[in-house]
């Protein structure tokens, strides 16, 4: 896999921000009243992250979506008035902003409307940057780990007597939802509920390079968990994607802190680039000089001890969370949130992300049947899969019995599965076996040429191409047997075969005995 690496000069990074045929306007229109936001494909866990903040910041809210999601329920009992379809009636008279994601395009029905009516378009970026404004922003990028680090980030605040507000693009059990102003109540842009020695209110929100709309936001402190090329279908190329997180360090407030990962090569150059213009660049990791050294791991099935080296000293962290990966993703939550709230206690800071159980569709285990024990993941990146597979393997390793660690995989996009069609091939042999389903189309149109043997061509005999999605549960039957344990990737709806996997297994079960 390439690694974004060096200090050659970048070209200009790309964003969905700038105005073009579906957003017309960069951002939040401070120069006008907003109390009524419509948002376009809202069930999305993204855009219902904008639309559960907007809510609790009192403005009225409509939205739409192809069809029903889990998001969709939540919102609509907090006020929400929702369409399933798109359909410009559903933009109220006196509406005051669309809000848009990147899957958005030109022709969709209550675009048009709002061009026609000179009502603002802006990214979903730009809206979560204005519901914000006002609170220090603890903002998470990079190519993998996101999720996970902003749940992180946001329990270590509470532990140390805070209550951010935050957003993200997944359900988070720990947080109740994935978007709001604080643990309990509405708060509303700008306030919160910082304690009586005027610390700070503080936001933590999820940046997403994939598009570039990260640099909507203008952070006290970011953490970048990694970089490596992915999202090349909107970015080009490797180097118009490291430009992109070249420009969003510039728009770290002063005085703020950007905070890197010393063990990727990537983020750790870009963290050198910074330096040498000036920024305040704290690293984590394994490397030796680390800021935030890990100094020891212990690893088991329920979480991972460790111990850190830190500004303050030694500090020892029990994580409910396991994997080495998740051990990365705590050193930056904790860097983060300590240089964005100096006067925090570390051990409280520790203590607060101890209770972080994970994100969603993150190492889920969906149940155990027959002794197959199935997990769900969202991982859709070579590295994504590498360290999860990585994950069970350790699982494996240590428990009584046998068992093997077997996969089903479902590309996301045709273009990521083109760029990194070898990757995965690596990746997923990392497994006793694995199965690669069609490619899950997302925002693309369907590409012929690229389909699960585009993959499977590369790799070895125990990686099997599936030609429907409906073979899943035939292969997996004949496969699994106790001991093994399932891991169901992608970030498509294979998460919706999970439950029809688990069923099947326990059927098989019960006709055994």
Same mark, same amino acid.
């Given at each position: 896999?390439?690694?974004? =690496?060096?200090?050659?000069?970048?070209?200009?990074?790309?964003?969905?921000?700038?105005?073009?045929?579906?957003?017309?306007? /960069?951002?939040? *229109?401070? +120069?006008?009243?907003?109390?009524?936001? &419509? @948002?376009?494909?809202?069930?999305?866990?993204?855009?219902?992250?904008?639309?559960?903040?907007? !809510?609790?910041?009192?403005?009225?809210?409509?939205?739409?979506? /192809?069809? +029903?999601?889990?998001?969709?329920?939540?919102?609509?009992?907090?006020?929400?008035?929702?369409?399933?379809?798109?359909?410009?009636?559903?933009?109220?008279?006196?509406?005051?902003?669309?809000?848009?994601?990147?899957?958005?395009?030109? +022709?969709?029905?209550?675009?048009? #409307?709002? &061009?026609?009516?000179?009502?603002?378009?802006?990214?979903?970026?730009?809206?979560?940057?204005?519901?914000?404004?006002?609170?220090?922003?603890?903002?998470?990028?990079?190519?993998?780990?996101?999720?996970?680090?902003?749940?992180?980030?946001?329990?270590?605040?509470?532990?140390?007597?805070?209550? $951010?507000?935050?957003?993200?693009?997944?359900?988070?059990?720990?947080?109740?939802?994935?978007?709001?102003?604080?643990?309990?109540?509405?708060?509303? $842009?700008?306030?919160?509920?910082?304690?009586?020695?005027?610390?700070?209110?503080?936001?933590?929100?999820?940046?997403?390079?994939?598009?570039?709309?990260?640099?909507?936001?203008?952070?006290?402190?970011?953490?970048?968990?990694?970089?490596?090329?992915?999202?090349?279908?909107?970015?080009?190329?490797?180097?118009?994607?490291?430009?992109?997180?070249?420009?969003?360090?510039?728009?770290?407030?002063?005085?703020?802190?950007?905070?890197?990962?010393?063990?990727?090569?990537?983020?750790?150059?870009?963290?050198?680039?910074?330096?040498?213009?000036?920024?305040?660049?704290?690293?984590?990791?394994?490397?030796?000089?680390?800021?935030?050294?890990?100094?020891?791991?212990?690893?088991?099935?329920?979480?991972?001890?460790?111990?850190?080296?830190?500004?303050?000293? !030694?500090?020892?962290?029990?994580?409910?969370?396991?994997?080495? &990966?998740?051990?990365?993703?705590?050193?930056?939550?904790?860097? %983060?949130?300590?240089?964005?709230?100096?006067?925090?206690?570390?051990? %409280?800071?520790?203590?607060?992300?101890?209770?972080?159980?994970?994100?969603?569709?993150?190492?889920?285990?969906?149940?155990?049947?027959?002794?197959?024990?199935? @997990?769900?993941?969202?991982?859709?990146?070579?590295?994504?899969?590498?360290?999860?597979?990585?994950?069970?393997?350790?699982?494996?390793?240590?428990?009584?019995?046998?068992?093997?660690?077997?996969?089903?995989?479902?590309?996301?996009?045709?273009?990521? =599965?083109?760029?990194? %069609?070898?990757?995965?091939?690596?990746?997923?042999?990392?497994?006793?076996?694995?199965?690669?389903?069609?490619?899950?189309?997302?925002?693309?149109?369907?590409? *012929?040429?690229? =389909?699960?043997?585009?993959?499977?061509?590369?790799?070895?005999?125990?990686?099997?191409? !599936?030609? #429907?999605?409906?073979?899943?549960?035939?292969?997996? !039957?004949?496969? #699994?047997?106790?001991?093994?344990?399932?891991?169901?990737?992608?970030?498509?709806? @294979?998460?919706? =075969?999970?439950?029809?996997?688990?069923?099947?297994?326990?059927?098989?079960?019960?006709?055994?005995?």
């Amino acid at each position: 896999m390439t690694s974004v =690496t060096g200090s050659a000069p970048q070209p200009s990074p790309r964003t969905i921000l700038r105005p073009g045929d579906v957003v017309t306007r /960069s951002d939040w *229109p401070a +120069d006008r009243p907003v109390r009524s936001v &419509h @948002v376009v494909r809202i069930g999305g866990a993204g855009m219902s992250a904008v639309a559960r903040l907007a !809510l609790e910041a009192g403005l009225a809210v409509s939205g739409s979506d /192809s069809q +029903d999601g889990q998001f969709i329920a939540p919102l609509r009992e907090a006020g929400a008035r929702i369409g399933i379809g798109f359909d410009a009636a559903l933009l109220a008279d006196d509406l005051d902003l669309v809000i848009v994601s990147t899957a958005v395009r030109a +022709d969709n029905p209550e675009v048009r #409307a709002a &061009h026609e009516r000179g009502i603002p378009v802006i990214h979903r970026a730009a809206g979560l940057a204005g519901l914000l404004a006002g609170r220090e922003l603890v903002a998470v990028a990079g190519t993998h780990g996101k999720t996970t680090t902003t749940g992180m980030a946001v329990t270590a605040l509470r532990g140390a007597g805070l209550d $951010p507000a935050w957003a993200l693009g997944a359900a988070v059990p720990d947080l109740g939802r994935n978007a709001g102003f604080g643990a309990d109540s509405a708060t509303g $842009p700008g306030a919160g509920s910082a304690p009586a020695d005027a610390t700070p209110a503080v936001a933590v929100v999820e940046a997403d390079e994939s598009d570039g709309s990260f640099l909507a936001f203008a952070p006290r402190s970011l953490v970048v968990t990694n970089l490596e090329p992915d999202h090349l279908d909107f970015h080009g190329d490797a180097a118009t994607l490291t430009a992109a997180f070249d420009a969003l360090t510039d728009q770290i407030l002063p005085g703020g802190t950007l905070v890197v990962c010393a063990d990727d090569p990537g983020a750790a150059a870009l963290g050198e680039r910074a330096a040498a213009r000036g920024a305040t660049v704290l690293r984590y990791g394994t490397a030796e000089g680390a800021d935030w050294h890990l100094r020891a791991e212990r690893s088991g099935t329920r979480g991972a001890g460790i111990e850190i080296d830190t500004p303050q000293g !030694l500090l020892s962290v029990e994580l409910s969370v396991t994997g080495h &990966h998740n051990v990365l993703n705590a050193l930056g939550a904790l860097a %983060a949130t300590a240089a964005a709230v100096p006067g925090a206690d570390h051990a %409280a800071l520790a203590a607060g992300l101890s209770t972080f159980t994970g994100a969603s569709r993150r190492f889920d285990v969906a149940g155990t049947a027959g002794g197959v024990t199935v @997990v769900d993941d969202y991982a859709h990146h070579p590295r994504e899969v590498a360290a999860t597979l990585a994950a069970a393997r350790g699982i494996v390793s240590a428990q009584a019995e046998p068992g093997r660690v077997l996969a089903v995989f479902q590309p996301h996009l045709f273009s990521r =599965t083109r760029d990194f %069609a070898g990757d995965f091939a690596a990746a997923l042999e990392a497994a006793d076996r694995a199965w690669v389903m069609p490619v899950y189309a997302a925002r693309e149109d369907p590409d *012929p040429s690229t =389909t699960a043997r585009t993959i499977t061509d590369l790799a070895g005999g125990t990686v099997t191409p !599936l030609d #429907a999605d409906d073979e899943v549960l035939g292969q997996v !039957l004949a496969e #699994a047997r106790t001991g093994d344990l399932l891991l169901m990737l992608g970030a498509g709806d @294979v998460v919706e =075969t999970t439950p029809d996997v688990l069923e099947a297994l326990r059927t098989a079960d019960r006709g055994r005995a």
